[in-house]
């Protein structure tokens, strides 16, 4: 169960919600550079598929909407993204996964020291990712298509995992979030930047007349942060805000799971597949 130990909430409709960093929702079994891929399709992972949600991604008004992310989108979110990863102090040697990449904007923000592995959908804003990562020489960095609900890493591979303006278009919220656990190592991080549903009635209520709008468009405005992460064994370490203006909630965490957490979940997912 999320456990809040700190808590900063006011939330304003002053910043324009987005339509993430990108949605991470696609099969993927196709990894590339593979020298570099490590624990990646483990045997012993339960891979289970079912009748396959609507993908907003692949709508002709999402593609159509990309080049406006690409343009806008960046400058929006490249400062938060930066003041929040410059405050943290990583340990050398940290294994760190990034859940919707996209272009990768923010990855010159991690230091050398630690490695990086970033993964999201798109073929073009991974390319462009590469392209960052080749002209850069960051040799310590990897970015790979896989889909942010059914993550092929095995269990407790990394020690930080990061997500930035993702979980609002991904078709299942919950489960993206059992993914970051199940692959987080216990007493790893989890940070999130997202925009969640407000806890003032007035504001929640501007803000939910626009769902149906941007969930059209491949996002959603609605996500309440305790519904999707409350039954997870994530401690709430600090909730905050850039700026009172600010939509956009920077939520730290530390996973707290047990060794049969993992076991435990994948026996309830076999369970609901039949």
Known sequence: MLQSQESHSTESPGEANNYGEA???VEANNPCDTDRVGEINHPSK????????????????????????KAFWPAIAQRRIGEVLGSIDFPTGTKLLEVGV???????????????TGIDLS????AEAKDRIRTRNWEHVRVLPMNAEQLDFVDNQFDFVTSFHTISVVSDPKQMMREIVRVCRPGGKVLMVNHF???????????????????????RTDLDAQRILGDLPLRLDSRY?????????ILMATCEKDDSWNERCRERELAAAF
């Open 23 to 25: 949605n991470s929702h």
């Open 46 to 69: 339960t891979r289970i598929t079912g009748e396959k949600a609507a993908i907003p991604h692949r709508s002709p008004i999402y593609s159509s909407l990309v080049p406006a992310y």
């Open 102 to 116: 996209g272009t990768g904007i923010s990855l010159r923000h991690y230091p050398g020291s630690i490695s990086v």
């Open 123 to 126: 073929d073009s804003m991974l």
């Open 197 to 219: 549903r407000s806890d003032n009635p007035l504001i929640a209520g501007v803000v939910d007349r626009a769902s149906d709008i941007t969930k059209r468009l491949g996002w």
């Open 241 to 249: 805000k850039t700026s009172r203006v600010s939509l956009f909630t």
